[in-house]
């Protein structure tokens, strides 16, 4: 029997991800470790919504705690991974460069780790389309340059490809990676431009805007990323082996504004 494991299932792409698998009738096992970057009330209404519908196993732990990740997989044996944990915010990473190490470095090098000893089947993980970074070219494409980041998230994002990479080369692990392009909906990350917007026009307070108006941005509704996924967790990368990865980009975009 299949089972999924979702990191950052409290997350805004992992719920809606977790509450569709659920509908389809699919096992699955949720992680997040619950972190306050924004209020953790919002997560804990995701959950619920998860939970109504249907049964699921969630725990709360923490990816960069290896003992617990392979008790984890010990335990329930995941055939797939679906790996959308992560420090996210790309402002954040200025002065909180820590947070983005631990996070989506060592937790994703943990991740990798779990699913090289336990034989998952496929791997799948968000990566950004902040890797572009300093590209000008538009639109953006998978093959284009990713060597330019401009911010820590982006680099971090970056090494997330490079060692599923190296693993995908050295184990045999099938990995995709997909280069998310700002995704919103209901729910969404507080810290969104949208929401933050909104808020203020509510309060008659000004918007702030960067670069001196000067910015577009192009934005992925929640459904269509999951959509994405679901479509890509039964389609492992078929390559030559012993390098079995690929990458994907949700939709075209600007994300250096």
Request: proline letters at 3%; charged letters at 20%; a positive charge.
């Amino acid at each position: 029997m299949k089972k999924i494991l979702v990191t950052g299932a409290a997350g805004f792409i992992g719920s809606n991800l977790t509450r569709r698998l659920l509908s389809a009738g699919a096992k699955v096992i949720g992680v997040d470790n619950m972190n306050d970057y924004y209020d953790v009330r919002l997560k804990e209404y995701r959950l619920k919504l998860i939970d109504a519908a249907g049964t699921w196993t969630f725990l709360r732990g923490d990816l960069t705690d290896k003992n617990f990740l392979d008790a984890l997989f010990a335990e329930h044996r995941p055939t797939h991974v679906v790996n959308l944990a992560a420090q996210a915010g790309v402002r954040h990473s200025i002065d909180n460069g820590t947070a983005y190490i631990q996070s989506n470095v060592v937790g994703f090098f943990n991740v990798l780790e779990s699913c090289r000893h336990f034989g998952a089947e496929h791997l799948v993980y968000a990566s950004s389309s902040s890797v572009y970074g300093g590209n000008k070219k538009i639109p953006f494409a998978v093959n284009d340059a990713t060597d330019k980041p401009v911010s820590l998230y982006a680099a971090t994002k970056k090494f997330d490809e490079l060692m599923a990479h190296c693993y995908s080369h050295l184990y045999g692990i099938a990995a995709t990676g997909l280069r998310f392009f700002t995704v919103y909906g209901a729910a969404g990350r507080p810290d969104m431009a949208y929401f933050k917007f909104t808020d203020k026009l509510i309060r008659g307070e000004d918007i702030e805007l960067y670069n001196f108006g000067n910015a577009l941005r192009d934005f992925t509704y929640v459904d269509d990323i999951v959509e994405g996924i679901c479509r890509v967790i039964d389609r492992p990368p078929r390559d030559a082996t012993p390098c079995r990865t690929k990458f994907t980009t949700s939709v075209t975009a600007n994300p250096s504004t």
